[in-house]
């Protein structure tokens, strides 16, 4: 059972950065797509940012711009790396992923990033 754990997270200003990471417990060299999530406290869950096994990008048109994911496969780690950040971009931030060849998706715990001055 593949184990996702988020960290990183916690309480900026605005304008600030953070960086999130997410490590895998096994190589993330077969992901065939990661992705970040958020979810703010009454909303419903969504879609941040993905990173395809290809290398092709997508964010959403909130965070285009100032948010980046990236992935160091030797680390076995995903990465958000968060600029400019708004109170707006308050929530819980899940890292999820599936594998080539797998049918299952897998969650992390996600980590709570908190946007306030």
């Known amino acids: 059972q593949v184990q996702l754990v988020e960290s990183g997270g916690g309480l900026v200003q605005p304008g600030g950065s953070l960086r999130l990471s997410c490590a895998a417990s096994?190589?993330?060299?077969?992901?065939?797509?990661m992705r970040w999530y958020r979810q703010a406290p009454g909303k419903e869950r969504e879609l941040v940012a993905t990173l395809t096994n290809g290398g092709n990008t997508y964010y959403a048109a909130s965070v285009k711009g100032r948010f980046t994911i990236s992935r160091d496969n030797t680390k076995n780690t995903i990465y958000l790396q968060m600029n400019s950040l708004k109170p707006e971009d308050t929530a819980v931030y899940y890292c999820?992923?599936?594998?080539?060849?797998?049918?299952?998706?897998?969650w992390g715990q996600g980590t709570q990033v908190t946007v306030s001055s």
């Open positions: 999820n992923a599936d594998w080539i060849g797998r049918l299952q998706y897998y």
């Open positions: 096994e190589s993330i060299r077969s992901i065939n797509t």
